[in-house]
């Protein structure tokens, strides 16, 4: 049993960040937040950095980037000859989809989980390839005994060229079965690229045991370094394939010269890796994850009650953001107004439509407690009464 209450976490330690105090903050899971001690970190090194840009860049930033890549990698279980910085998660994405040269035969498949800017680097490339574009069918509410791992695999082409999979989703908030699905689609011989934006820090991440063929996670969410910080595991049998999308001088000189520089840009977001590691550590680590993954539980289960609707997954397949249904129909109001009203209100949630409901993200994370979702109720009910909407 977790304890959600213990004073480490919540309103006792929100001053830790430099969130705005009026605002409700619940959606943790979209832009992340840095807390203050990182953002003095990579303060230090920009100014740094300006000091003298000649003698940083040439002398103190290639070891500083090694130490930081080499911390990350053991973070998230990956041998650092295997991993490198990009700047997000889309663009670890293009570059792999990039580095495909897709031809007018291929098939690329996702499923109807994937975020939706990831969706549309797929439409891109196989649009521009004259190659096809796959989107799997996948059940929404997910309630448990679904065997998602063989249903998602069972529809891939046995010359599919690449399948896109999150290991954590995101307007629906699911944990898949990655493991499961790699396995699947390893035995079948089809290459799997593993969206894992939301992952690190958020759920165990252990990127050699998993050996997908490549895996993009972002540390500026659940790491909570600053924006622009993400990552790329490559399987080495890839590696000399891929490439980053911006050729820079590191072209010809292997994979992690290849990424280690892809033109002059602000560093310090890798740089504070490390002191994103540290501060994770400090709120516990394992401790805080599984924290936030109970804190989400309860706090969806008080709404959905409150609201008397439900969950969209089960326990099985729960993290630290989870779904709620609103008892309101997209009819009634759309998802954008009814977001805009909570924003209005001074506080956010993704709502999204599937079908004909409307369904809430909720996100925990270390500077929420219960009383957030209490707040996040009351706020729901007066953005559905000022739209004049009855739930
Ligand atoms: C599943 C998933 N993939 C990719 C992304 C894109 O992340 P970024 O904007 O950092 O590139 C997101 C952003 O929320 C996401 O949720």
Redesign the pocket.
Known sequence: MVDIAIEKYGAHIRKMWPLAEGFLTVNH??YGAAPNVVLAEQDRWRRLLEKQPTYFMQRILPDALEQSRRRLAAFVGADDANLVFV?????G?NAVLNSLSLQPTDVIATTQY??G??RKALDFHASRSGGSFQLIKTPFPLRAGVNLAESIVACLAADTRLLVV?H???PTALELPIESIVRGCRDRGIPVLV?G??APAHIDVDLESLSADWY?G?C??WLMAPKGS?FLWTHPSKQALTHPTTISHGYREGYLAEFAWTGTRDPTPFLCVPAAIDFHFELGGERLRDRNKALAWEAATLIAEAFDTEVGVDKEHACAMVTVRLPVSPSQITAADLRSGLLDLGTDAPVFQHGEALWLRISSQAYNDRDDYRMLERLIHKALGDAGVRG
């Open positions: 899971g979209a700047d997000n998660a889309t663009t994405v994937a975020y800017a990831v999150d954590i989703t995101s969206d934006a939301h993009v972002n500026h969410k993400a």
